[in-house]
DNA sequence: AAATCGCCGTAGAAATTCTAAGGGTCATGC
DNA sequence: GCATGACCCTTAGAATTTCTACGGCGATTT
């Protein structure tokens, strides 16, 4: 008959954060990542998350985690708990009345194709301000803090999003470099520039056309797409040209795209809007300031 | 377009709980008491929450504080994600094998009515373990950590308990003081035993009977039942006696019951279950336990 | 066989969260 | 009218939690 402290104590909130995000992630540091701390401090987390509860959710392996069977039973009323607990945040935040917009988007993204949209996007939503935030991989919109979302992924990824590009990709260079290319199979005699995040472009446009590459070389590779696209501008090589990414260095005359052949490369540009965005009633002039024509540039 | 943190973050996730504790309550007095910690604790988290949304969420006045029409909006919505969570944290709990159950009980109700019946609930729910805690509002079921609820309330607070007494109240003294007393009338001439939770039961009583009491003196006043309890069959005075609390007392000849009449108290001792314990299917054998012949005593 | 990846463990550092104490306003009781 | 009690606020310092850093391990990849 324990009278000790008044209350048992439930487990630490975080530390259910930090399982929650675990589970749907699939791992302890891509939950590190989305939680903004080390894989350390989340892999704490659930191992005190674990002691309290006294049952294994986790199991350890060498190359990641998997969810015991004890685990896989309990993180889906987790994820569903902490969706709910966003949209309450979210509404929350949207009592301020949107004074802030947060835009989350691939680095490459960012840079290249939102830099030249965003005046047209902050004239949009005026007098709110607008943040705009490099992500790795797209955030769930229930439950993080932001309102846009903008990655190239397939279109099947987020059926609520909005396409904003055809999912095309095509061969580019440098304006001085196409002289030489005639078709297709002229670039195996090419420097090929990758990027790290999309390595199988060069590869997927090959099958698409029907062309062999050599497989030793592998040319350069970037780990951020607008620095290859630089490297490209600069004549270093040739490079696989997303369209959304490609199409202002295009306009500009930078660079150009040798062969008329575009293949899909199964990633649109899509945007995701929040429900808190949602209900504010301005997702119709976003979309229309973004994909309207560029009024700077 | 700024780029500064990776991330922006979310509120604090205890914040939120703070909040939501008071928002429940009314107050943030009662919120600390429910996370178990000062006020001044629950008043900062609170003022953070709303200088990161940027809106005010309490109204503060002398006596307490009030939500404002946007925390009024708001908080049913965490109210909703908590409860959710709590359910969740519930099964977390369960999946170790309930090794362990919670009681929440009034400190009158644990040391008068359940220490006798400690034993024989022990034997029910072997091998787990029981803890006992002695809490002075009933905790919410889903929210905390508890798995059988104790108090003496009025039936239509929770629908879903079980009453396990009659809610009946009656005058009771030590034998050696009953032989004066001969009609209820005559309870105006002794000193009236209070416990300060209850501070109406005597009036209530003089009503229903047809009584007037005195109302200048008032008797003496204890915050415990118990010491009370223990006052009366001391002779100190006459106590109102509540069924369930005081048949032990009665059943060993410490105090006797002058007055045939019973009336309803309008609180009857209410036994709410967990989902957990629920899921569990030891709820039949628990009631058992309790409502039974005491074992022990 | 070397390199890489993902996680763990620990210790110290950093940040959060809590307590304690003093002060204010309003209601209630005498 | 004045004392008393409720209730909340604020502040500073203390205690605790939480995070980072880094070396290590086992398994997969090159």
Redesign the pocket.
């Known amino acids: 008959m324990a009278v000790a402290p008044p209350r048992p104590k439930g487990p630490?909130l975080?530390?259910l954060r930090a399982f929650e995000a675990a589970s749907r992630l699939g791992?302890?540091?891509q939950a590190a990542e989305e939680?903004?701390?080390?894989?350390?401090?989340v892999?704490?987390?659930?191992?005190?998350l674990e002691a309290w509860a006294g049952v294994a959710l986790?199991e350890?392996r060498?190359?990641?985690?998997r969810l015991t069977a004890a685990g896989a039973e309990l993180a889906p009323g987790f994820t569903a708990a902490f969706d709910q607990l966003g949209e309450a945040v979210g509404r929350l935040r949207a009592a301020r009345g949107m004074r802030s917009i947060n835009v989350a988007a691939m680095p490459s993204v960012a840079l290249l194709w939102l830099s030249p949209r965003l005046a047209g996007l902050r004239a949009a939503i005026a007098p709110a301000e607008v943040a705009v935030f490099a992500l790795e991989a797209p955030p769930g919109m229930t439950r993080e803090p932001f309102d846009l979302s903008l990655f190239m992924r397939p279109e099947d990824d987020c059926p609520t999003g909005i396409p904003l590009s055809d999912g095309h990709m095509f061969p580019v260079c440098a304006p001085a470099m196409a002289a030489d290319l005639h078709g297709p199979e002229d670039v195996r005699q090419m420097t090929l520039l990758h990027d790290q995040t999309w390595a199988t472009d060069w590869q997927d446009w090959a099958r698409a056309c029907g062309v062999t590459l050599p497989t030793g070389r592998r040319g350069l590779s970037y780990s951020l797409y607008s620095l290859a696209l630089s490297e490209a501008k600069a004549g270093a090589g040739i490079l696989m040209g997303h369209d959304c990414l490609v199409e202002d260095a295009l306009a500009a005359g930078e660079l150009v795209a040798p062969f008329g052949a575009r293949v899909a490369s199964g990633r649109k540009l899509m945007l995701e809007t929040s429900m808190t965005l949602q209900r504010s009633g301005q997702v119709q002039a976003i979309v229309g300031a973004l994909s309207g024509e560029d009024q700077s540039r």
Request: some cysteine; overall charge positive.
């Open positions: 630490p975080n530390a791992g302890i540091a939680l903004c701390v080390t894989p350390g401090a892999s704490q987390h659930i191992k005190a986790f350890r060498s190359q990641g985690v």
